[in-house]
């Protein structure tokens, strides 16, 4: 039968190569397509593609029906040959998202690609590659935690990223260095799911804002705006550097997040619950997931430092803490940590592991230092 | 006598009344079905077998199997049949070239022993969409006006915005109160 046989030469282009993982987020065993676009995408990737039925239609390959001229149009074209088109043109600071990437990212990608086709017109990429980008963002109140708009201006000529409180002020509220920026998309923390965190160094110490615009495509297009800055510094300063060495750096999701409670240097005081972020060596923690700036931070050295973590806590440790302890081990102190659950903990120390069981680099040996010497 | 009576009457409203949202895929399904949850809009993804939630409106209960629409999970819809008080169909109002097939599974389904006593609830869907058809337009061509053995009700909607989905639900606790 018809049908039987387009199914099999189906799962036969499957196994071409390419087309076995997502053509927009690398999940393994894509089993949806566009039959439009002649790609095979997962299932997660295909609920975006239906959302834009004007550029793209999608069907299961296992699921629906097809006809002849759809299984020859996936034939003749596929994973790899899609890529070569729409993404020709990507710039190298551009983030790529995959499927452990928020659904902002992963949409906004998807529209890029073949709706706006911005990877194949350089000229649509201008809203993030021009090297200066003003506009109204929602900013966090930070201390009465309401959203107000806010003109935000980033100029790689000043090397900032600077806000205003008002529209005719001369003065920005900051000046944010682009050498220090990170932005990490938090949606669930913020609770828009186009929120944005940055941060920024003041007196080396972290400093959070809070970020959204209605728009997706505004808001990602800041994020990538952001990291072609970084990047454009970051070839400045590492004029050896080629861009794969130079891409990891541009922005960093956080290893790990999320509630422990702790101890203080006497370890006798009553454990308290605070949150958590563990950016790259910096370990932080607040009282609410929100606040502007950090309770304390602690820099996690490498083994070869005499930093370590070790499961459970010191046996004389009293008092009512959660059941699954982690000790952090640095030259200055012991740090004492406890977790909800086992697996929390485990995921907590695979984090703490990862970044102690690497080689401190010179730059960090600087950042070590700051810390020693804050007040 | 009289606490037997009320008790009886509050098991009666109680009662969970059993509603399958079916249609073809990407008609809006399971974004109706989450709008009528929350009122908000919810990415999805293509329904793979089923979503079930209890919707309460003024004190009714109704117990909503949203279906998933893909060509070959439609064989399945049957399994859900028994019981079933409300079909609710979901039509993509921009999808005019798959309309026969709606038609198709339309009368397929009302010819079904297990759907003898249901009412249907017709959702034209994506309002908000440029060269949609309008409900009348679709009314017509699944000739819904020769349906005389099922109580029937076509209602135009946008699932995104919630535009005239109250307005369905109110249809189906009216018909309730018929019985």
Redesign the interface.
Known sequence: MAKEKYKKALLELLRREGNDVCADCDAPDPDWASHTLGVFICLNCSGIHRNIPHVSKVKSVRLDEWDNVQVELMASSGNSMSKAKYESKIPPFYYKPTFSDCLLLREQWIRAKYERKEFIYIEKQEPYSAGYREGFLWKRGRDNGQFLSRKFVLSEREGALKYYNKNDAKEPKAIMKIEHLNATFQPAKIGNPHGLQITYLKDNSTRNIFVYHEDGKEMVDWFNAIRAARFHYLQVAFPGASDLDLVPKLSRNYLKEGYMEKTGPKQTEGFKKRWFTMDDRRLMYFKDPLDAFARGEVFIGSKENSYKVLEGLPPSIQGNHWQHGITIVTPDRKFLFACETESDQLEWIAAFQKVISRPMLPQEYAVEAHFKHKP | MGLIFAKLWSLFCNQEHKVIIVGL??AGKTTILYQFLMNEVV????T?GSNVEEIVVKNTHFLMWDI?G????RSSWNTYYSNTEFIILVVDS?DRERLSIIKEELYRMLAHEDLRKAAVLIFANKQDMKGCMSAAEISKYLTLSSIKDHPWHIQSCCALTGEGLCQGLEWMTSRIGVR
Not at chain 2, 43 to 46: A, L, N, V, Y
Not at chain 2, 70 to 73: A, T
Request: charged share 15%; hydrophobic share 25%.
């Open positions: 895929d990407n990415h999805t993804s293509p793979i998933g893909q060509e070959s999970l921009i």
